[in-house]
């Protein structure tokens, strides 16, 4: 399994354009792996974790074509992780040639507030409806947190994430071939039930990859903080969630508090978790 990180940054992506702040100014002279998108993942070639608002630009800079995407695992509707323009972009009504049909695996609230945003802003008819499977060349999948499911090849369970009450945020666990990934963001600290699945289902991750909004002098609110990081992925190593040479990495990475790339890797080194970046790969 191949995991590539399309975007690492939080809303205002890093550097934040508009902002002369230190972390922002650093980042803007260092460039390179200091430099986010909003976040976003690809598994392999053809499973996408948001249809977020930076993928068409990560897709041209980090040299991997979503032409071969089937699915896509939406974790939310907040705007810095779905830009449902791309529905219609990535349609045979815009001239898009050979794409597969593409399953999009979202919550019941999800779903809704994406129709009620497709409806009004970009199309005349519901997201919901079979004239939306037809013209946009994709099927909806509506998705229950603590159940699992099938897409191809990949086995998936969803989480309810502590963040965005009312919208049916997920975290998703994903295994495919004997590999399993978390993905974690957006979320405040794991609820205790998604601990709970974690044992009864026995789940134990090659690659976890959470939430780190916030940076090293902050305390976590909504999202989580370095600390809180830490403490998950010392939580996750003791109950034995992640496997003994399994991977902890950040992403969701805000400016306010968190530094650039270098000297933030650094820290997570110092403190058992990596800090990923935009067009890293990782072969599990
Ligand atoms: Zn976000
Ligand atoms: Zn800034
Ligand atoms: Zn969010």
Known sequence: ??????????????????????????????????????????????????????????????????????????????ADHLDLSHLLSRSP?????????????????????????????????????????????????QIQPLESFTMGAYSVMAFPANHAPGMGAMLYAIEAAGCAVFYGTDTATLFEQTWQAFRQHRMRFDVVILDHTYGPEQAGS????A??????????????VLVPSGRIFATHIAHEGNSAHT???????????EVAYDGLVLTI
């Open 1 to 78: 399994m191949t995991v590539t990180f399309l975007g690492t940054a939080a809303a205002n992506a890093f550097p934040e354009a508009f902002c002369r702040c230190r972390n922002c100014a650093q980042a803007r002279t260092l460039g390179g792996p200091s430099l986010r998108k909003r976040s976003a993942a690809l598994i392999n070639n053809d499973l996408l974790i948001d249809l977020g608002p930076d993928i068409m630009a990560a897709s041209h800079m980090h040299g991997c074509s979503l032409n071969d995407v089937r699915y896509c695992l939406q974790t939310h509707p907040h």
């Open 93 to 141: 009504a815009y001239g898009v040639v050979g794409a597969p049909v593409l399953g999009f695996y979202a919550s019941r609230e999800t779903l809704e507030r994406a129709a009620e945003t497709f409806e009004r802003d970009l199309a005349g008819y519901s997201l919901l409806s079979s004239e939306a499977e037809k013209y946009l060349n994709f099927e909806i999948h």
């Open 222 to 225: 909504d999202h989580l903080s």
């Open 227 to 240: 600390h809180q990081v830490i403490e998950h992925a010392n939580r996750m190593r003791s109950e034995g």
């Open 263 to 273: 000297e933030l890797a650094t820290f997570a080194k110092h403190h058992g978790y």
